[in-house]
């Protein structure tokens, strides 16, 4: 937020909806996972496009790959974290 923002400015942008473009985006990702999952995670930003526009969806390549990217960096950053707590755990089997 901008310095020049007051309280009420500041309160107002934390409480008001999510935009449609957001809400549109949320829609979206929530089609792309259920295609990419359909096809046992093997439908890349094409096949999944493709997949989007017979649903009537009219995006993109570069939206399509972009929210398909946001998505696998978060996964990527879960399953980090999922391996960094395995790797602790064995450690400290060993040590026991």
Not at 5 to 16: E, P
Not at 20 to 29: D, E, F, G, H
Not at 44 to 69: C, D, K, Y
Not at 73 to 79: H, K
């Amino acid at each position: 937020m901008p310095r020049s923002w007051n309280f009420t400015q500041c309160i107002l942008c934390l409480t008001r909806a999510p935009s449609r473009r957001k809400q549109a985006n949320l829609k979206l990702i929530v089609c792309i996972r259920t295609i990419h999952a359909q096809s046992d995670a093997t439908y890349g930003m094409p096949r999944v496009r493709a997949e989007l526009m017979e649903q009537r969806w009219i995006v993109s390549r570069q939206h399509v790959a972009r929210l398909m990217r946001m998505q696998t960096s978060f996964i990527i950053a879960i399953a980090a974290v999922n391996t960094l707590v395995l790797l602790l755990a064995a450690a400290a089997r060993q040590w026991a």
